[in-house]
């Protein structure tokens, strides 16, 4: 007799189940009237747990042979009384017959026994609100002392193949910030249930961040507040930029699966450091998933020509202010680059750098960086030589809608003064040879006239 089940990994109970009697071995007068049953382990307690248990392989009495399902028949063979099952396929087979047991697994219950069970070979899919489990296959029967094939109680571990854990932005807006602005984040797992025989408890869940920095962890488990060093330590002293875990106490994890299925969440206080983009990444030593949570920050860049319908002439040295709308003061900058600067906060690195209102379009062109959501008031403070300054500057408005919304372009056109003549020119000359003789008109005027006089 081959064995039922054979193992191809270590994840996977079965992937290929056989299952193989001699034709002596199927005896008619094998004892049918009882069943029997398969007991499932490693379920996480309090966690909505549910059972569906499928029929695959039924045992054929009368021609003393296995009969496959005719639901499972495009992933299961029966060759020479030896069957073979591909589990992970029937899990996905669409849809799914109803199941001959659906069992809602008691609120604080790890181990479930499946009773009532037929000889053959059964699928058994476990679900939970927050724990995803590999597909099961087992067969509930035995041989007794004749070598006749009868009901039998089985054992199989419901092995997780993970925890769901998942990351929110609590506020859906700040996907789109302002550097330096603070933002919050929920990270949102399940306590781990553990074989009462582990050896390994341990329970941890980590926080990396991208761009921003850590300022505050807070941790909940079902839905109350537990505290640091008591139930749990974190690896930095915060505020930092480094990643951070909540490493759960032995203590606080127990050998009884107390907190088994209860909710846990750690809330994330962070700030944003980049000027350009943010992320943060969640991920525990119980799931699969590691979450990432992207989050963005905007610019505004001033293109300086003149008013030329064609060509225009790029325009060098113009200077600017930019304020967001219904603020008096304008944004602080640092320069980074020629024609670069990033909007000043606590976490800038000042050194050798000085904060300025005004921005310089050096070579034309001025890009600022780390701004949020919102409308900027644009005001040109200095003007390239020879030209006049634009005082009808559009607004600006940033949203969080697209990168072309986030980061916008803006012209800004200069118009050239009126020519004037230049100190000691033509003009000057000009009008000092009339004045002279205007003037010297006058007085002779006046020497004629008095000489009429005297002659009189």
């Known amino acids: 007799m081959k064995n039922l089940f054979k193992k191809i990994s270590a994840i996977l109970m079965a992937a290929i189940m056989v299952l193989a009697m001699a034709s002596t071995a199927f005896a008619a007068d094998a004892a049918t009237t009882t069943t029997g049953s398969i007991t499932v382990t490693g379920l996480t307690a309090n966690d909505n747990t549910t059972l569906k248990v499928y029929k695959v392989v039924g045992f054929d009495e009368a021609n003393s042979d296995w009969t496959i399902e005719s639901w499972a028949q495009n992933h299961a063979t029966n ?5 073979n099952i591909d589990w992970e396929a029937l899990k996905s087979v669409n849809p799914l017959p109803t199941p001959v047991q659906e069992i809602p697994v008691p609120a604080n219950s790890t181990t479930y026994t499946i009773d009532g069970l037929e000889i053959g070979a059964y699928m058994i899919i476990a679900t939970g609100d927050h724990t995803t489990y590999n597909v099961m296959g087992e067969a509930p029967y035995g041989y007794d002392a004749n070598n006749l094939i009868v009901p039998a109680a089985k054992t199989i571990n419901a092995k997780s193949s993970a925890y769901q854990l998942t990351k929110t932005l609590v506020n859906g807006d700040q996907i789109f910030v302002a550097k330096g602005e603070k933002v919050k984040f929920n990270i949102d797992t399940t306590f781990p249930s553990y074989a009462l025989n582990a050896t390994n408890r341990a329970f941890w869940i980590k926080d990396t961040p991208t761009g921003m920095k850590i300022t505050g962890i807070k941790v909940l488990v079902n839905g109350s507040e537990v505290k640091v060093n008591d139930a749990y330590t974190l690896d930095k002293k915060l505020a930092t930029t480094e990643a951070v875990t909540v490493n759960f106490k032995d203590t606080y994890i127990g050998s009884a699966n107390l907190h088994a299925g209860q909710s ?8 944003i ?28 860049r001033i293109n300086k020509t003149d008013d030329s319908k064609e060509n225009p002439k790029v325009l060098k040295g113009a200077t600017f202010q930019i304020k967001k709308q219904g603020e008096n003061a304008p944004i602080q900058f640092v320069k980074t680059n020629t024609g670069v600067y990033t909007m000043v906060t606590s976490d800038t690195d000042m050194t050798d750098k000085t904060a300025v209102a005004d921005v310089e379009a050096t070579e034309g062109t001025v890009l600022v960086k780390g701004l949020g959501a919102g409308t900027y ?15 009808n500057i559009d607004n600006v408005t940033l949203t969080k809608d697209s990168a072309e919304t986030r980061n916008v372009t803006l012209p800004v056109t ?9 100190t000691g020119g033509m003009g000057t000359y000009l009008f000092t040879i009339i004045g002279v003789v205007v003037m010297a008109g006058a007085a002779g005027a006046f020497f004629i006239s008095r000489r009429k006089g005297s002659e009189e």
């Open 79 to 83: 060759t020479n009384h030896v069957v």
């Open 264 to 271: 846990v969440r750690v809330e994330v206080t962070g700030v």
């Open 377 to 391: 008031v644009i005001t040109e403070t200095k003007a390239p030589k020879g030209y006049s300054i634009n005082t």
């Open 414 to 422: 200069d118009t050239k003064l009126g020519a004037l003549p230049s």
């Open 273 to 300: 450091t980049d000027d350009t983009e943010y992320k943060n990444e969640a991920e525990t030593n119980n799931s699969h998933d590691k979450p990432n949570v992207p989050g963005y920050s905007g610019s505004i």
